[in-house]
């Protein structure tokens, strides 16, 4: 029975990263074919697809050879090996704090922060709003864990639900 248990924990990890390498590579595919224009999208419709792209519900409606290529690279690098795949983490990881960086730098030049004052701007209801969030926030947490602490099976059946509607909402993530 253990081997068993054993073996449906680890597929179901091997899963995970595979579910999660999938929806970082296609994401990253996105930013890229965005930020040349959509050109590597309109290069496989016109080119791969004759210029008439797929009409499927739940999947995309081209082949995404970027997130393809991202995704057969993370499969390359775990295959060679643990530490070659630390580096390349290290360095997706620093690729994706200055990429961060460069954002927010570029909204504190191009922001227009008389939003930030105006009514249904970045703080609509002020200072004081923003601590109001901050504090139903807080107290929601609080009554999570009180929650949890009173009745386990009932939290966890929260959280399952919670994150099958998750899952059930966005199966296509475009």
Not at 62 to 88: C, F, M, N, Q, R
Request: glycine share 10%.
């Amino acid at each position: 029975m253990g081997e068993l248990v054993g073996f449906v924990i680890g597929w179901n990890a091997i899963i995970i990263r595979v579910m999660g390498v999938s929806f970082v590579s296609r994401g990253w595919s996105a930013y890229f074919d965005n930020v040349i224009g959509a050109r590597v999208s309109n290069f496989t419709v016109d080119v791969l697809l004759a210029g008439s792209p797929w009409d499927v519900p739940l999947i995309s409606p081209y082949p995404d050879v970027i997130a393809g290529l991202v995704s057969l690279s993370a499969s390359v690098l775990v295959a060679i090996g643990t530490e070659l795949s630390a580096k390349a983490s290290r360095v997706f990881v620093i690729v994706n704090i200055v990429t961060i960086v460069m954002v927010v730098g570029t909204a504190f030049v191009y922001a227009d922060y008389t939003n930030v004052v105006k009514h249904g701007g970045f703080a609509p209801m002020g200072i004081e709003g923003v601590i109001k969030g901050a504090s139903a926030s807080y107290a929601g947490k609080k009554t999570r864990e009180h929650c949890y602490k009173r009745n386990e099976k009932d939290y966890q059946q929260t959280i399952f639900y919670r994150q099958l509607a998750t899952v059930m909402e966005k199966p296509g993530i475009p």
